[in-house]
């Protein structure tokens, strides 16, 4: 599989990251193990992972992806770069989540810990947190740079001037900046386009996208008349995703982009991780799976480029989702 720079960095990844929020609730451990054989044969070596992971059991299920894939890597570290994030909840106490550098010390050694390794290749933050001051939060990061502990930092589910405060007081104070951001992208969530992405472009910050298939939706296999049952229908994120996604609005555009697929001869999940990777600013798409089989779609993508004139089909009609309501 093709790699490609993090941004400005000198770090080389795999056009397809994968992303690990099912394993340890959705995905049973010899599940995930499978998973992560089938995205390594693939060419894949790019992992992404959370404390918080795996989405949906609370605190009584914290860590337990990082503790798979940890348990996974033993032996084969050296091969596969491990990215993962901090900030959310991990514990009952007020101080056991955030961008305090209290959090922030502890949460990189518990995820170390896990993961069966002395350093992560990106640690991220999982999103914005307004009661910390960013410069307390880019000086804790700079010094797991500076310690050793992690080799890149980057951040998720920043806004556009969110992360140009971050770049911007890290650049101020000689800190280490943020050299990633992971966003919400796909066909039918296109706000990015509008702000975050030029930055990115311009301060060569790298882009890695999750949720490229939206949910599940722009698979195809959904139908608008039947009522998703169950906490995982749509992926890990449940009501999040449904109230996300599932609007006559968004199935008119699955129906429209079926023809679409059919015209390119691929399959609508590889057409959705094409046109994502199609944009030059993205770096690596994070992709998952809940079976090992649902990989091959999405490795696809990233060994056929997307034909130029499906992309501007594609674009023009999903036109409306670049400009779109409020995120939800």
């Known amino acids: 599989m093709e790699s490609t720079r993090l941004g400005r960095t000198g770090l080389q990844v795999s056009r397809i990251c994968l992303g690990t929020m099912t394993f340890g609730l959705q995905c049973d451990e010899e599940t995930s193990r499978a998973i992560l054989d089938t995205a390594a044969e693939g060419g894949v ?140 992208y796909n066909l039918l969530f296109r706000q990015i386009e509008r702000e975050l992405l030029p930055l990115c472009a311009e301060e060569g910050v790298g882009v890695i996208p999750y949720n490229p298939i939206a949910g599940g939706l722009l698979t195809g296999k959904h139908k608008r008349d039947s009522v998703p049952e169950g906490r995982f229908t749509l992926g890990n994120a449940g009501p999040r995703y449904q109230d996300r996604y599932w609007h006559d609005r968004e199935f008119d555009t699955v129906d429209a982009l079926r023809p679409v697929a059919d015209k390119a001869g691929v399959s609508m999940t590889t057409l959705a991780v094409q046109w994502v990777l199609a944009n030059p600013v993205i770096t690596s798409a994070i992709v998952g799976a809940s079976r090992p089989d649902q990989l091959a779609d999405s490795l696809a993508a990233a060994e056929t480029p997307l034909d130029p004139a499906i992309k501007e089909e594609l674009d023009e009609l999903t036109a409306v989702y670049r400009q779109g309501d409020a995120p939800r």
């Open 45 to 184: 070596t790019f992992l992404d992972a959370a404390d918080v992971y795996p989405l949906g059991g609370g605190l009584d299920t914290v860590g337990r992806t990082e503790e798979i894939v940890g348990r996974w890597l033993k032996g084969r570290r050296d091969d596969f770069i491990v990215a993962t994030k901090c900030v959310g909840a991990m514990g009952p106490h007020p101080w056991n989540q955030g961008a305090s550098r209290r959090h922030i010390l502890d949460a990189v050694d518990a995820s170390l810990r896990r993961l069966g390794t002395d350093y992560i290749d990106l640690y991220q933050l999982h999103s914005y947190d307004g009661q910390t001051p960013i410069e307390e939060t880019v000086a804790a990061l700079d010094h797991l740079v500076q310690v050793g502990k992690v080799r890149y930092v980057g951040c998720s589910n920043f806004l556009s001037y969110q992360l140009a405060r971050a770049i911007g007081k890290a650049e101020l104070h000689n800190l280490a900046r943020m050299d990633s951001v992971q966003p919400r």
